[in-house]
């Protein structure tokens, strides 16, 4: 496959966003190499040498099937040698605190010794892992369920979060990643339910920590994770759903502690979401059911089908191909493997109109450079570069988490960025001396 220049990518991308809005062809199907070129520009952080007669001889179908299932693809030697070199990474969120925040053990870098490796863990997969779809997936879902290590004790939380709550289970059924997000510390501090409670706590059991009915989380887990922006939910619903995750909390928060429903600041009346009555005297049941409700939802279906599309095919994809989506997902309850197995295997996604309508992410662009050209850079400098390309590595203050979409990344100070990174990869002596051919 032919290996165009990174300057002249990212001269270019005026042009790849100019094309991406007109209106293109989604029945125009791609030659052979040219589905190849896109399987790997879309499935992967970016080919590299040698990419795309590698896939030729095994066939794209077997290749894209591999990826699929990643359980059966050998990770490479370089990942996991310099993932093992990153001990922070098996620490629980209490380790984590215990290390490096409390008493002797305090150190006075220790967070960021934790979101350093973090980001080293990111990169290094990213470049090296032979697990491509797996660990932009991984980016996809915690893109998602967005939580910052600005926010406090989030900063000790996140290695748990990432490799407990989503890694797990992005393969899985989306209510099985729900609930993990849901339970976990990081969200938990990160939304605020920690400090949800109910308002006759404080006054009938005298509970000094209870602040009273928070909406934070509500909110967003219905006009973010499952339902999308004013998409069948009112007012009234995001308060019955933070009434039922009152006393979903944390043990010990700010020492790392793990997930604890206290009864005491739960409010035990019967709720009323979506319609659908859920008892009194329910407990922690109350929340269970409240993800059970969202994750069902055919709102839920569409919004999940159509950011998937948003990510891997285009800016707007086609209805019919969402839809089909979305008819997968709920076929399925929710298996995530086999609604990106359908959008893949769709039409939509090897034709005219998918190629080149995407612009890269700053994430994306980097590691696809680095990927190229087979440059070994250290990821730590990359990271650098992503905060001065606009997208510091968990650090989104905002639970949106990064957009995917062109408007984003494109303007006068991004181009100029990405042509400055650009010309440091082709004239490293004249740039940046570390980035160098491997």
């Keep these: 496959?032919?290996?165009?220049?990174?300057?002249?990518?990212?001269?270019?991308?005026?042009?790849?966003?100019?094309?991406?809005?007109?209106?293109?062809?989604?029945?125009?199907?791609?030659?052979?190499?040219?589905?190849?070129?896109?399987?790997?520009?879309?499935?992967?952080?970016g080919a590299r040498p040698g990419d795309a007669g590698a896939v030729q001889r095994v066939g794209l179908e077997k290749w894209i099937d591999a990826q699929l299932h990643p359980e059966s693809v050998p990770e490479s030697g370089v990942a996991s040698e310099r993932l093992g070199r990153l001990t922070t990474l098996s620490l629980t969120s209490r380790e984590a605190v215990q290390k490096f925040q409390v008493g002797q053990a305090k150190q006075k870098n220790g967070p960021q010794v934790l979101i350093r490796e973090l980001t080293e863990a990111?990169?290094?997969?990213?470049?090296?892992?032979e697990r491509q779809l797996e660990e932009l997936l991984v980016d996809f879902w915690f893109n998602h369920f967005n939580v910052s290590v600005t926010k406090g004790a989030v900063r000790f939380l996140v290695t748990s979060y990432e490799r407990d709550a989503i890694r797990p289970h992005v393969w899985g059924k989306f209510r099985d990643l729900l609930g993990a997000t849901a339970a976990h510390p990081a969200m938990l501090f990160y939304l605020d339910n920690w400090q949800n409670s109910s308002p006759d706590a404080r006054r009938l059991l005298k509970v000094k920590q209870a602040a009273g009915i928070n909406e934070n989380y509500a909110r967003e887990l219905m006009e973010l994770h499952t339902l999308g922006v004013d998409n069948g939910y009112t007012q009234e619903d995001i308060g019955e759903v933070a009434r039922c995750f009152t006393g979903w909390t944390i043990l010990?928060?700010?020492?790392?502690?793990?997930?604890?429903?206290?009864?005491?600041?739960?409010?035990?009346?019967?709720?009323?979401?979506?319609?659908?009555?859920?008892?009194?005297?329910?407990?922690?049941?109350?929340?269970?059911?409240?993800?059970?409700?969202?994750?069902?939802?055919?709102?839920?279906?569409?919004?999940i089908s159509l950011k998937l599309a948003q990510r891997f095919v285009a800016d707007e994809p086609p209805a019919a191909l969402v839809d089909r989506m979305a008819k997968k997902f709920r076929e399925t309850d929710g298996d995530i493997r086999a609604v990106v197995q359908a959008m893949i295997a769709s039409p939509e996604f090897f034709s005219e109109g998918a190629r080149n309508a995407k612009v890269k992410s700053p994430l994306e662009f980097v590691v696809s450079a680095v990927r190229n050209?087979?440059?070994?850079?250290?990821?730590?400098?990359?990271?650098?570069?992503?905060?001065?390309?606009?997208?510091?590595?968990?650090?989104?203050?905002?639970?949106?988490?990064?957009?995917?979409?062109?408007?984003?990344?494109?303007?006068?100070?991004?181009?100029?960025?990405?042509?400055?990174?650009?010309?440091?990869?082709?004239?490293?002596?004249?740039?940046?001396?570390?980035?160098?051919r491997r």
Excluded at 23 to 32: C, D, G, I, Q, V
Excluded at 122 to 129: E, F, N, Q, V
Aim: proline letters at 5%.
């Design 1 to 45: 496959m032919k290996q165009w220049s990174i300057a002249v990518a990212a001269v270019t991308l005026v042009g790849a966003l100019a094309a991406a809005t007109e209106t293109k062809s989604f029945e125009k199907k791609l030659s052979n190499d040219e589905k190849i070129q896109h399987a790997l520009s879309r499935l992967t952080f």
């Design 122 to 129: 990111k990169l290094t997969r990213a470049i090296y892992s």
């Design 252 to 303: 010990q928060p700010r020492l790392g502690g793990e997930f604890l429903f206290n009864p005491r600041t739960h409010d035990q009346k019967e709720k009323t979401v979506l319609g659908v009555k859920i008892p009194a005297n329910g407990g922690q049941r109350d929340g269970e059911q409240v993800l059970d409700i969202l994750a069902r939802r055919p709102e839920t279906a569409h919004f």
């Design 373 to 436: 050209t087979g440059i070994d850079a250290p990821v730590l400098r990359l990271g650098q570069k992503l905060v001065e390309l606009g997208q510091p590595l968990y650090r989104k203050v905002e639970p949106t988490g990064y957009s995917t979409m062109a408007e984003e990344w494109i303007n006068s100070s991004g181009l100029l960025a990405r042509m400055n990174f650009a010309a440091e990869l082709k004239h490293p002596q004249a740039g940046s001396p570390e980035f160098q």
